[in-house]
Structure formats: structure tokens, C-alpha cells
């Protein structure tokens, strides 16, 4: 292609000058056709084919190239294949003597007319896309990877992120109940992937079978629900977009936070921070624009949904009952009972019949034994021979008064000191563990060694009024006896008085 200098002399030469073709040519050692093109066009057109390269010899290949491009459709992206690696199989495989840029050319021109094209959208006001996104973060000195849950206005671009465990249905419903809360009120729609959470199955037609706990939640809150294509992303663009903004933006370099409430608290805060910025393209700020996503919300249901998992089981013989691998203690009293164990994100409890019998924070560890020390006091009171090797008591931490009450009792009782002992570690199923304590300090000051006066003098704490022990119940200790004076005991002392 020649210089564009060259091109302005030649039509300067010819238009301004007067110089022929002929001359021109002459002058400027160029082909009379090449100046004749000079002067057809003001600057230089460029090359441009007029019509595909046609090679014999790729032509009967083309079909067999077609067939491994389909198919790399269908593999992990990482092992399609490369225009060299195809050049090769067409060699080894069909005998192809052809050279590397016919193969290279097709298939470039083969994969751009297969990439897909998109047609921008707008949004309008009250509607919204969810999802869930990773990220590696550290929560109580751990590295762990948390799994959090976007939630996207597109029309106004105001979001909300909260950060889980584990990608849970139970993260999935309180994800729904915080963003609501959030924002004050409940979608027109939400649309989502095909997340097994949510679609039980899709049928050969497309229609989607909803899961019975989203479908308890869409009744709850009374959304409408709209599902993208199996595999297409882009049909939720605008929450997959704020996946990867949130990791970029809320989450490096990577967190640091003692609990994942403290975690969210900075992503809530991260939140509302961005609605005060201004994004390109709009006059107005997120936060201006969320008002009117607002004004065409549903209203908030009185209360909120209940995000938990009901699984009904039976509490073993070691008053344990079991969910995901982990196992988690209820009284003894309830043990062989069928109960309804109700899992959320960072509680478990478990409930006979209307009565919530036990609470545990929720453990995502595998196989892991979540025991409540306080649960097994009462068959501990009868099995007392086992309080040393109670696998529910090892590493309960107590007060060291806890352990001189220990060793004084069972000094002076033996083992009806052990289960004095269990009896005032009972007191603490009616009692903080704080008043208990201030109990068991004042009767060790006073050298009252005992269930008795620890109860006692933690009644006296509770009511608030000045101790005042029976000591009957203590042989060990001196025995005195005060005699009541009768009134006719005086009538002496009175004859003589009025003598």
C-alpha cells in the first residue's frame, strides 16, 4: 500500500497541476492504472477483498473441521481446539496436504460467525436478579472460602451482599428475608438460575418444577419468579456483574473478621455506601434511582419467613440427634423421642412438639459432636460414677471455685460429694452461670460446704434479702440448743413487784 504522501503528490501533480496520466507515471514511476486509481479516490480506500479465498484443496475438509469445532462446544473450554492442533488431526487423520493459514483463516471466520450477539436492554423499575458468588476470606483467624448471596436492582443498580458458609437453602431463604429487610420491601419479580435450590426439575417443555421450600417462600412474600436459559448467564447479567464487582470491590485484599457478622455488618455498610455514587451513563446518583425501584416494591409481610430446614428425627440413646454428619445433645429426659430438628444458617434447634427443647450455634464442620454440658446433669446425678470420662463435660470450662466446691465435697462425702456436686452444677439449668458462681464463692468464704447452701444463698442472691442457713442439714457441724422461755416463767418476778 503506498504512502499517503505520495498519494497527495500524485492527485496534486494531476488536479492542480495539470499533469496528464501519462506524465504523472512518467514523473512518478508508478503504473498508469495505479495513478488513474490515485486520482478516483481522495484518500487511500485500502485493500479489501472482493470476495472470499476460495481453496481446493480445504473444500472437502471443511465438514470434518465443522464437526470438531460443534463438538469443542460441548468440552471444557481449556481443551478446545487450536487451529495448529486441527492442521495436525486433518494431516494425521485425512490425509490434508494443504498449508496452515487456509485451516487458520476458516477457522477464524467459522468462530466469529458463531459468537453469540446480544441486544441491549432496559430495565424498568421494581424488579430484581439474585444469585451466589465466592471468595476466599479469613473469619476467626481461618482461611475459608465464604459463599455470599447478590442481590440486584437492575433499573436502579442498588445492591445487596451477605456472606455465608456455605451455599445452603437456608442461606438462600434468610438471603431473601436480609435483602428484603434491607431495602424495606419485597420485588415484583426476581429472576435467578436454575439453582437445584429453587427448581426441583425442568421438564421436557421448558416449565420449571418449583422446590417445596421455594415455594413456601414466593407464597410468604408473594414474588414473582422468573428463571434464565440452563447454562446462560448473561440472562442475569446485571447480578453476575455484581458477583465479580463485589469481589473486586468489597473483598481485596481479602477480609479479616472475627464472626461473619461482623463480616456482613461491613458488607451492608458497603451497600450503602455505593448508593451515593453516580454511575456512567446516568444524570442521577443509585440512590436517587432506588426510589423509584421502591415505589414499586410489594409491602414487607408482618413478619418475616421462617429460613429454616425441618428435618424430623429420633434422639438417640446418647440423646443426640444428627443433621449433615454433625450431632447435637438434647436433655436426657427427652431421649428416644420424636422430635423436629429446625436448621438455620448459625443455629440449630430442636423441638418436641410445640417445645423448643435445645439450641446449639450450628457447626459446619464434618462429623463434628456439638454437646450442651447442662443436658446430661440430670442422668449425671444418677450415673455418678461417669462424671470423670462424660465426654459432654470434657473441656467445659468452669470458675476454679467450681473445683474447690469439688474437692472439698468430695473430701468430707465421698461419693454423695460427687453428686452434691452435680446438684449445684444443676442449679445452673435455673440460674446464670455467674450467679451460680457468686453462690459457690460466698458459701466457700462462709465454710458452708454444700448443695443446700449454695441454693440457698443463691435464692438469698436472686431475692435480694440477708442469708439465713439451716444447719440441721449439716451433722458435722456443733449442735446447739437455745430453749424458748415461756411467758408464766415471769408470773414470779411479777407477784413480787407488787408486793
Known amino acids: 500500500m503506498y504512502h499517503v504522501e505520495i498519494y497527495q503528490r500524485v492527485r496534486r501533480a494531476c488536479h492542480v497541476e495539470g499533469m496528464s496520466i501519462r506524465q504523472a507515471a512518467k514523473f512518478f514511476g508508478l503504473h498508469r492504472k495505479t495513478i488513474s486509481k490515485f486520482l478516483s479516490f481522495s484518500i487511500p480506500p485500502g485493500y479489501q477483498r472482493s470476495k472470499p479465498i476460495y481453496s481446493p484443496k480445504l473444500g472437502e475438509f471443511t465438514g470434518i473441521i465443522d464437526a470438531i469445532l460443534a463438538d469443542d462446544k460441548l468440552r471444557p473450554k481449556k481443551q478446545h481446539h487450536t487451529s495448529k492442533r486441527i492442521l495436525q488431526r486433518l494431516r494425521g487423520e485425512h490425509g490434508f496436504t494443504g498449508g496452515y ?26 424488579h430484581a436478579q439474585a444469585d451466589f458468588g465466592e471468595a476466599v476470606v479469613v473469619i476467626g483467624g481461618i482461611e475459608q472460602k465464604a459463599h455470599f448471596f447478590a442481590f440486584d436492582l437492575p433499573h436502579s443498580d442498588a445492591c445487596f451482599v451477605k456472606a455465608y ?9 434468610d438471603g431473601h428475608n436480609s435483602a ?22 425442568i421438564l421436557g417443555d421448558g416449565k420449571r418444577v418449583r422446590s417445596r ?12 419468579d422468573r428463571f434464565g436459559r440452563p447454562g446462560k448467564g448473561n440472562d442475569k447479567g446485571k447480578v453476575e456483574g455484581l458477583v465479580g464487582f463485589s469481589r473486586r470491590n468489597f473483598m481485596v485484599p481479602i477480609p479479616h473478621f472475627p464472626s461473619y457478622e461482623a463480616f456482613n455488618e461491613y458488607l451492608e455498610a458497603c451497600c450503602r455506601k455505593r448508593l451515593a455514587e453516580k454511575l456512567r451513563g446516568h444524570s442521577e446518583t443509585i440512590g436517587q434511582r432506588l426510589q423509584r425501584d421502591l415505589s414499586a416494591f410489594l409491602p414487607l409481610p408482618t413478619t418475616p419467613y421462617d429460613a429454616c430446614i425441618k428435618f424430623p428425627t429420633k434422639v438417640s440413646s446418647f440423646s443426640l440427634v444428627r443433621y449433615k454428619t454433625n450431632d447435637y445433645s438434647v436433655p436426657t429426659i427427652y431421649g428416644h423421642r420424636d422430635v423436629l430438628i429446625k436448621a438455620y444458617v448459625d443455629e440449630i434447634m430442636v423441638c418436641c412438639g410445640s ?19 447442662l443436658h446430661y446433669l440430670a442422668l ?23 473445683s474447690s466446691l469439688r474437692r472439698l465435697l468430695e473430701s468430707r462425702m465421698g ?24 453462690a459457690i464463692k460466698q458459701a466457700l468464704k462462709l465454710g458452708a460446704i454444700g448443695f443446700d447452701a449454695v441454693k440457698h444463698l443463691l435464692l438469698c442472691i436472686i431475692e435480694r434479702k440477708p442469708p439465713r442457713l439451716d444447719l440441721d442439714v449439716y451433722p458435722y457441724l456443733p449442735n446447739a440448743k437455745v430453749l424458748t422461755t415461756k411467758a408464766n416463767a415471769y408470773s414470779s418476778l411479777l407477784k413480787k413487784v407488787a408486793a
Open 101 to 126: 493459514t487456509i485451516v487458520k483463516d476458516y477457522v477464524r471466520e467459522q468462530t466469529l460467525r458463531s459468537q453469540e450477539m446480544f441486544i441491549p436492554l432496559v430495565h424498568p423499575p421494581g
Open 165 to 173: 458458609p456455605a451455599e445452603t437453602t437456608e442461606a438462600f431463604c
Open 180 to 201: 428484603f429487610a434491607f431495602f424495606g420491601s419485597v420485588p415484583q419479580s426476581i429472576l435467578y438460575d436454575n439453582t437445584k435450590i429453587a427448581v426441583a426439575r
Open 213 to 224: 421450600i421455594f415455594s413456601e417462600l414466593q407464597s410468604h412474600y408473594l414474588f414473582d
Open 355 to 373: 417445645e423448643c427443647i435445645a439450641r446449639h450455634a450450628r457447626s459446619y464442620d464434618k462429623e463434628d459432636f456439638i454437646f450442651d454440658p
Open 380 to 402: 449425671l446425678e444418677r450415673k455418678i460414677n461417669a462424671l470423670d470420662q462424660a465426654a459432654p463435660l470434657a473441656g467445659w470450662q468452669l470458675p476454679e471455685c467450681f
Open 415 to 438: 461419693t454423695a460429694g460427687k453428686r452434691e456436686y452435680v446438684q449445684v452444677l444443676r442449679l445452673m439449668e435455673m440460674f446464670s452461670p455467674e450467679q451460680v458462681e457468686t
